[in-house]
């Protein structure tokens, strides 16, 4: 909300309209995932067998993992889970870690095998090109996303799981989904 009004006092100043457009054409195309637009929901299935939304965690931060158990650095990753997890077991945050998989059996046995922790869903189909991972814009893994108590995005590329920084980044979000939208709530 905030950078469409920006934009729109631009182009108000840029009476020549010689950057207009391709800062319009740019904020469209980014537009989607700005910090405080909504993430996208999605249903997916968990290894247990039951499904879970995005929307099931209302409320809480979401710190989204897109991996595949056949990329090395996302199976790196996944062993500091644990750690984030225990980290903040007493806060409101969900690890959620969606694979792209195409061989459903393997993934299955893999986050058995391996006790994964949080929230592992699959998505059904597609690995890249997934309903999902294409709502997310995932062009590769493993890829991130950390999304505020109220649904919406706080940041589109957050600090690895495995990165010491990503547990001060996780300690700053919490409460900033609403802050940030009572300072658009201002701006109106």
Do not use: C
Not at 28 to 57: C, E
């Amino acid at each position: 909300k905030y950078s469409t009004a920006m934009l729109a006092e631009f182009h108000n100043v840029d009476t020549g309209n010689l950057y207009y457009p391709a800062l319009q054409a740019d904020f469209n195309r980014h537009k989607d995932f700005a910090i405080g637009a909504p993430a996208p929901n999605f249903r997916l299935a968990t290894a247990a067998g039951d499904s879970v939304n995005l929307h099931d965690y209302t409320g809480k931060l979401v710190y989204l993992n897109f991996w595949k158990s056949t990329n090395g650095l996302s199976l790196r990753d996944l062993a500091y889970a644990q750690d984030l997890i225990h980290r903040f077991e007493n806060k409101k945050i969900v690890f959620i870690n969606i694979a792209l998989d195409e061989n459903e059996q393997a993934w299955r046995q893999l986050v058995k095998a391996k006790s994964l922790p949080g929230v592992q869903v699959r998505a059904p189909s597609g690995g890249l090109h997934s309903v999902v991972a294409k709502a997310y814009a995932v062009q590769e893994v493993p890829a991130y996303f950390l999304i505020g108590e109220d649904g919406t995005f706080l940041n589109t590329k957050p600090k690895r799981l495995s990165s010491r920084a990503a547990i001060d980044e996780i300690n700053q979000a919490f409460g900033k989904a609403s802050t940030y939208t009572s300072s658009l709530e201002a701006t109106k």
